[in-house]
């Protein structure tokens, strides 16, 4: 059983390019968050999936938007990428819990993101 | 922002002493768990432990919650130089329901 996967490990940009990165989820979850983690910081939470739609956002400007298609599989874009969006891109994926919340997040080994 | 702010910032030990790390978090959660993060590489589970519990235990970690003073420790026993990564807490608000990381805790086990 695969784990999360993401897609391109390692990629080089310049300043003012468009970036996708891609997300499959472990097999039999249906939620997808990203996350943005600067060198030597904790993850940031940019937005999460379920059901095709961004369920919630954190404080990330429009530059960064997603989707998720109905295999649950998502992606996150970056366009006018500035320096400052250089760093590890995070995707994790869960069940969709209860009020409790949904549990363990799985997370992939992320896509280093550099912005020269 | 970050939610949650761990303690110490970086944490240096010899191999078979204990590592306690801290978590304090600023609102009301529904659970907490904790992430290991090997360098660059992405983040692995833990634990977690709901509001309504106290402490828990998996293996060689210890796990307790203070939901009065909104704090959490994570306790390593007996320390290997293979636990040496960075340590984050995450909390969840149900309100909001996403997950919220900390700024993490470098822990380095020497041999």
């Known amino acids: 059983d695969a784990g999360v996967t993401q897609s391109p490990t390692h990629l080089i940009k310049t300043r003012g390019q468009q970036v996708t990165l891609r997300c499959s989820p472990k097999?039999?979850?249906?939620?997808v968050s990203w996350y943005q983690q600067a060198l030597g910081q904790g993850p940031q939470f940019i937005f999460q999936y379920y059901e095709e739609e961004e369920r919630q956002r954190g404080n990330f400007p429009d530059r960064f938007s997603g989707h998720q298609f109905p295999n649950y599989s998502s992606e996150l874009n970056v366009n006018a990428l500035l320096l400052g969006d250089s760093a590890l891109y995070l995707c994790a994926s869960s069940s969709l819990g209860g009020s409790g919340g949904p549990g363990e997040l799985f997370f992939g080994e992320g896509s280093r993101l550099t912005v020269l | 922002s970050q939610q949650g702010e761990e303690d110490p910032q970086a944490l240096s030990i010899q191999e078979g002493e204990n590592a306690t790390m801290n978590c304090s978090y600023k609102?009301?959660?529904?659970?907490l768990q904790w992430y290991r993060q090997n360098s660059g590489r992405g983040l692995v589970h833990l634990i977690l432990?709901?509001?309504?519990?106290r402490e828990k235990h998996s293996g060689r970690l210890r796990v307790t919650l203070d939901t009065s003073k909104k704090s959490s420790s994570l306790l390593i026993t007996a320390s290997r130089a293979a636990d040496t990564a960075s340590y984050f807490c995450a909390t969840f608000h149900s309100g909001t329901y996403k997950y919220i990381f900390g700024t993490g805790t470098r822990l380095k086990v020497l041999a």
């Open positions: 609102t009301s959660i529904n659970n």
């Open positions: 097999s039999g979850h249906d939620t």
């Open positions: 432990i709901r509001s309504n519990e």
